[in-house]
């Protein structure tokens, strides 16, 4: 156990320094977009989390910096604002998340990691590795945002190695949702619990470029019955008119990522849409958005079995053979680049390439208890929020199981998200 935290944290650790070392400290201390904090907010407050429970908590160790502890709460201040907060300068933070990892070796070699919560079978540790993991993601989400030439490299995509079209069903049945027996699962992904999903069909795999152009070209972003009164709303406001980054120079279609602009890939799945921009293509297809438990069920369900399992392909944890993630690559694979990485159903990259948007809300399953603090999942609870599943590329492996849930709102267009469609069954497919 203790091997696997340390290579986890480890891992962490260099994806943030990747993420902040290949820019200058003006573009460290920059502000990308209102959306996003400045990267170096970024880098100390991953500091400031890991001494607040690994040292101060776990530990019971003295503080490093408790004068900061308010500058980087991420509840104590909007994103927009913090670039005028007195926050460390670049080689301040690096400095303090240096000094923090540091005794932070010191702790994990000697805690026992059971009896108490918290650090029961390493819990308080995996919880810190996947928080800097996730605001790695979000870093890379402004290194997206940012202007200038590009910093960022990655070994060339996969090609498909599958030809992907279609649906699969799912039978109506019950299944067991969530998890009680993950370790480091977070809180708003527990308990497990059976959940009886109606039938229904779900894409084998998610929605592409190709496709996503045929609703541009069919002029769906100007004709208001596809959308609904809130999406409409919104459309009109931000002025969309297609996916964020994608460029038409005399009908040539063209997407940037982290500065590098390419020819459309058609069988790249879509990114960079908001909840509202899928809706509105799933209405144009006769379809509609997954429910997050029909999302769930087709990852994890084995109908030969019964059982619901970590990951669509089984147990092993994610290898470069079954998905798309940790930032191998800096953009989605087209689809059947996976094959390995196939649900039991037939339902294939449902882990890594794009977050999916699904057509659900984010809420509570029946008899959640908020651990370790409110904080993280109960207060975001009943808000205008729509959930995301499966990761993308982005996504580190610890911060990504067929449990793992994230939500943003229905707005949102700067992460790294596509979809998939669902629809119901017909009476002769029951």
């Avoid at 067991?176 to 959940?195: C, F, I, K, Q, Y």
């Avoid at 929020?385 to 199981?401: H, K, N, P, Q, S």
């Amino acid at each position: 156990m203790r091997a696997r935290i340390a290579e986890v944290l480890h891992r962490a650790r260099a994806r943030t320094a990747l993420l902040t070392d290949t820019v200058d400290d003006t573009d460290l201390t920059a502000q990308h977009s209102p959306l996003m904090s400045p990267l170096v907010w970024d880098l100390a407050h991953i500091g400031n989390q890991e001494e607040l429970w690994l040292i101060r908590d776990v530990g019971g160790r003295e503080a490093v910096r408790a004068d900061i502890d308010e500058l980087y709460d991420a509840f104590k201040h909007a994103r927009a604002n913090r670039p005028a907060l007195p926050l460390l300068d670049p080689d301040q933070a690096r400095g303090y998340v240096g000094s923090v990892r540091e005794k932070v070796w010191d702790v994990l070699e000697s805690s026992d990691l059971a009896g108490n919560p918290l650090v029961d079978k390493g819990f308080a540790f995996g919880m810190i590795a996947q928080h800097e993991q996730q605001h790695d993601e979000t870093m890379l989400a402004t290194h997206q945002l940012r202007l200038g030439a590009p910093v960022l490299s990655a070994p060339p995509l996969p090609t498909a190695r599958v030809r992907l079209d279609g649906e699969v069903v799912i039978p109506a049945g019950e299944f067991l949702m969530g998890t009680s027996a993950d370790p480091w699962a977070l809180d708003n992904e527990r308990p497990a619990h059976p959940v009886h999903v109606p039938g229904f069909a779900i894409d084998v795999a998610p929605v592409t470029n190709e496709q996503y152009l045929a609703f541009v070209t069919d002029g769906g972003y100007d004709r208001p019955e596809l959308w609904s009164a809130r999406g409409w709303a919104h459309r009109q406001e931000a002025g969309l008119t297609a996916p964020q980054f994608w460029t038409n120079e005399d009908g040539r279609w063209s997407r940037t990522a982290f500065g590098v602009r390419t020819p459309l890939r058609p069988r790249q799945p879509v990114v960079h849409v908001c909840w509202f921009e899928a809706e509105a293509y799933a209405r144009w297809a006769g379809k509609r958005l997954p429910t997050e438990a029909e999302w769930e069920k087709a990852a994890r369900f084995d109908p030969e079995t019964g059982a619901s399992r970590r990951y669509p392909w089984g147990e092993d944890t994610p290898g470069p053979q079954h998905a798309n993630l940790g930032q191998r690559h800096l953009e989605p694979a087209e689809v059947g680049a996976y094959p390995a990485g196939a649900s039991a159903t037939g339902v294939h990259q449902l882990i890594g390439d794009v977050w999916e948007w699904c057509a659900t809300g984010f809420d509570a399953y029946p008899g959640f208890r908020a651990f370790p603090y409110r904080e993280y999942s109960e207060v975001f609870f009943g808000g205008d929020y729509r959930i995301l599943r499966g990761g993308c590329f982005g996504t580190d492996e610890v911060a990504c199981r067929g449990t793992f849930r994230n939500w943003d709102h229905p707005i949102r267009r700067q992460i790294f998200a596509g979809f998939r469609l669902a629809r119901d069954l017909r009476e002769d497919e029951r």
